[in-house]
């Protein structure tokens, strides 16, 4: 069905953010990881917007997506490991 959440994940990796990068933005270190580079643009769309629900929504989408494609790589080598 429409909507391109079918499984096929052929768009590339999103590019890593630096450490500095990632400093600057004040991020968490739990929250420093693959998505990291994503979610600088979303939390701070979220601060320009005073955290309005119906804004950014394509920045939470991409972020969320993101999150969930490594979510999906951990439990696959789980699953190999096995």
């Known amino acids: 069905?429409?909507?391109g959440h079918d499984?096929?994940?052929?768009?590339?990796r999103?590019?890593?953010?630096?450490q500095a990068a990632m400093y600057d933005a004040k991020l968490d270190v739990a929250y420093?990881?693959?998505c990291a580079a994503?979610?600088?643009p979303l939390n701070k769309c979220r601060?320009?917007?005073m955290y309005a629900p119906w804004?950014?929504?394509h920045e939470r989408h991409t972020y969320e997506k993101c999150q969930y494609i490594e979510f999906q790589k951990r439990v696959a080598a789980l699953n190999q490991s096995k």
């Open 47 to 49: 601060y320009e917007t």
């Open 38 to 40: 994503l979610l600088i």
């Open 55 to 57: 804004e950014c929504g």
């Open 14 to 18: 999103p590019k890593q953010a630096s």
């Open 32 to 34: 420093r990881d693959q």
């Open 1 to 3: 069905m429409g909507g």
């Open 7 to 12: 499984g096929h994940h052929d768009e590339a």
